[in-house]
């Protein structure tokens, strides 16, 4: 009995040891993936606190902590050092739920729940103190480890009270925690308000609790705790960039800063993450920035798919592919642009619902500093824009149009849709083939966004032979950010074989001049420009064109339900007036597999 007496009284000790273990808090202050390298971590952390302890963790890697203590006094230690910046910022209080073996203090018992001093075991039987044993004794049954209840839940007051004690820095921390997470969008005041409560039910609901929005002290523990854990895990840290005058936060353990490339600073993954990041930094205005959003969109890593919003001082670009997903924002303010680009795998896409909204509320800039044109050396190509080092998508080809309607619907050339998986107006806005007509050769398209252009086409019938006319058209295809005006002759008002819907003109044009307007001297539309002949049984002198006549086109279009604005103006334009009018009514159509 005795015996039994002795086994009982270890197996109470040992049943108290998980309850000892759920009180204790640790400073999880650093994590090293060798044994050597954490063992010189914690010798240089333990000449400045007596309680340092070192862990093997569960993924393999070896924690070094400060502690054990009482969760509340563990957090308020947490606050005190990080505000000293004796340790490091992203340190986070820790349960000892992944600690294992121990490695420091050098010495001492594995168990990370034993640095307490064990209660003293009852004296053994004096039977076996004096070696009396008149008998083998019989094994006894240990019974089994007594469980404890689980604690009551704290109720709505006790988390209200609890929450009441918090310091300013504990809720400010709270706050940041949520906005990290997305759920809040306010400043980081303190302050509990509506958007906060709203916040915090927000994250209950995510997490499965009731939406009382009010946390308990088990949820704000999870709350940071996970905040910290993340932030650890991507290695966010402020990065000031002087060359492009841009403040950010980076997930510095995803990338690393690869190259200047004008007007991108490069930061390409790491460790096989997948994350590419680009700073956006140069001169320029509006006029800058709609270069940019054009030539953006050309690139393999900004997939076509996806949302656009372009205005005068800022667009953002949101591509997604099977493979990759890419987010683009750019500003223009005070004769400078700047922003960013993020790219990551679609695999990635929970990851990047943490890491995004970092970059988003941390992304500014810094006075007129921008990165200079000529910070490292570049090859004509690039400086005009094809941008070394990144993969450029071309179209098969392009041709011209023209808006017949305030809608932005345009009229082409049927060549300029032939065998195309998708049709692009102006760079960036994607067409559905309205309908065609292979006899007069013309195409009508509908842009999938409503566009507002400038300008719309009115039409002046067939004009008259001798008249001078001007053909609007991307003659170089995309290589120019505008359309040229070619100067010519209209001929005559019918085909060479007398067809009654075209019209000869004397002017030299280029495949990419197809589809283009020609106007009269007042800027009205008196023909389409179509592609020569590509049967190849006759060869024309050089400088013999035709088009679609402008009462054949605006008879088509009435056809299809389009009213076909008629000019009636009379008065001849000036050179300038012929050119406004060219650029605000041509756009460039182009061809994609």
């Known amino acids: ?13 040992l049943a108290t040891m998980p309850a000892m273990a759920q009180d204790k808090s640790w400073l999880q202050i650093e994590a090293q993936p060798n044994l050597n390298t954490a063992m010189d971590r914690a010798r240089a952390y333990a000449a400045l606190f007596p309680d340092v302890e070192g862990y093997r963790l569960r993924n393999g890697w070896y924690g070094i902590a400060l502690g054990p203590s009482t969760p509340d006094e563990a957090a308020a230690r947490l606050l005190d050092l990080r505000r000293q910046n004796l340790i490091p910022s992203d340190s986070y209080l820790a349960n000892g739920a992944s600690y294992t073996e121990r490695f420091w203090p050098v010495g001492l018992d594995s168990t990370p729940f034993a640095t307490e001093p064990a209660a003293e075991a009852p004296p053994p039987p004096e039977d076996i103190q004096t070696g009396a044993i008149d008998a083998p004794l019989e094994p006894a049954t240990v019974p ?64 499965g609790f009731e939406e009382t929005g009010v946390l308990s002290s088990s949820q704000r523990q999870q709350l940071t705790e996970s905040y910290v854990s993340d932030k650890a895990e991507f290695g966010f840290e402020t990065v000031t960039e002087t060359e492009s005058g841009i403040e950010i936060t980076l997930p510095l353990a995803l990338i690393q800063f690869d190259r200047y490339e004008p007007p991108f600073v490069q930061y390409t993954e790491k460790a096989g993450s997948g994350l590419k990041v680009m700073l956006i930094s140069e001169p320029g205005g509006s006029p800058a920035l709609k270069g940019l959003y ?27 592919n099977d493979l990759i997903e890419t987010l683009v924002y750019a500003k223009a303010s005070g004769g400078n642009i700047k922003g960013y680009l993020v790219s990551w795998n679609v695999s990635d896409a929970d990851r990047m619902t943490r890491i995004l909204p970092v970059l988003q509320s941390s992304f500014r800039s810094l006075g007129d500093q921008v ?12 400086r005009r824009g094809l941008l070394a080092g990144l993969d450029v998508r071309h179209p098969k080809f392009s041709r011209s149009g023209f808006f017949v309607s305030a809608q ?10 032939q065998g195309c998986g998708r049709v692009v107006l102006a760079r960036s806005t994607e067409a559905t083939v309205t309908f065609t007509d292979a006899a007069l050769g013309i195409a009508l398209l509908t842009p999938n966004i409503a566009l507002a252009p400038r300008a719309v086409a009115s039409f002046a019938g067939s004009g008259s032979p001798g ?55 007042t800027g009205a539309v008196v023909g389409l420009l179509l592609p020569p002949d590509a049967s190849g049984a006759k060869q024309l002198p050089q400088g013999v064109a035709f088009a679609a006549s402008g009462a054949a086109l605006a008879a088509a279009l009435t056809a299809q339900g389009v009213t076909a604005t008629q000019s009636v103006g009379t008065v001849p334009a000036t050179p300038d007036a012929i050119a406004t009018i060219a650029r605000d009514l041509t756009v460039l159509v182009s061809c994609w597999e």
């Open 467 to 521: 008249a001078r006319v001007s053909l609007s058209g991307y003659s170089y295809e995309d290589k120019l950010p505008a359309p040229v005006i070619t100067l010519g002759v209209l001929e005559e008002a019918l085909g060479l074989n007398g067809e009654p819907n075209l019209t000869r003109l004397s002017l030299t044009a280029l495949p990419g001049d197809s589809g283009g307007p020609v106007l009269d001297v």
């Open 371 to 382: 990165l200079d044109p000529g910070l490292v050396p570049l090859s004509e190509a690039v």
């Open 294 to 320: 054009d030539i953006l969109q050309t690139l393999e890593i900004v997939p076509a798919e996806g949302e656009r919003a372009s205005g005068e001082d800022s667009f953002s670009i949101r591509g997604r």
């Open 1 to 13: 009995m005795r015996v039994l007496g002795f086994l009982l009284g270890l197996c109470a000790l």
């Open 408 to 417: 932005g619907m345009v009229l082409t050339t049927s060549q300029a849709v």
């Open 144 to 207: 089994e480890p007594a469980t404890l209840p689980e604690p009551p839940p704290e109720t709505l007051a006790e988390s209200r009270a609890a929450e009441a004690a918090l310091t300013a820095i504990e809720r400010e921390f709270l706050q940041e925690a949520l906005q990290w997470y997305g759920y809040y969008k306010g400043g980081l005041d303190g302050s509990f308000g509506r958007g906060t409560r709203a916040s915090f039910a927000a994250w209950q609901a995510a997490n």
